[in-house]
């Protein structure tokens, strides 16, 4: 590649890199929940997966909206757990760091998927893709009527 082509590429790259962050914040596609804690579960309200489509995108009035699923993470954790919506009060909870060699995984296309080496798991943890041979480790969930609980222990 020539050398001003290769510059130009970088600064488009490097630029397109905030640009995508926004707008996948700005989608709601990742979205940390926000998360309390007790002896030894989280607790999400159910709420957090409620997302409020703004009327310029939904061609009316602001629209109420549900994520398919929400990040988890507090100060004492390495890797997030994807709380992912099965069904109506029904929730998988799993620890998206890859059973291969330890990288964090992606959250899209109803799956999780390693950047590193491109293992690949279903979103309740079970590996469909190696070279990861171990599923991801789980964690049971509980609910009431306004909160989702994941037990840790
Ligand atoms: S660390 Fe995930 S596939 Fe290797």
Known sequence: MERRKFIKT???????????ATT????????????????NRLIVKKSEFW??????????????VNRAFVLVKTESMDFPICLY??????YSASLLHCTH???????GGGIYSCPCH????????KVLEGPADRDLKTFKT???SENIYILQA
């Open 24 to 39: 996948l914040q700005s989608c709601g596609a990742i979205y940390y929940a926000t998360t309390t804690k007790d002896a």
């Open 118 to 125: 491109g293992s690949e798991f279903s979103v309740t943890g």
């Open 51 to 64: 997302h409020i489509k703004p009327a310029r995108r939904s061609g009316g009035k602001d629209k109420k």
């Open 10 to 20: 970088c600064c488009s790259t490097a630029v397109g890199i905030p640009i995508l």
């Open 142 to 144: 509980e609910i009431d």
């Open 85 to 90: 919506k099965m069904d109506i009060d029904v």
């Open 101 to 107: 060699r330890g990288c964090e995984l992606n959250v």
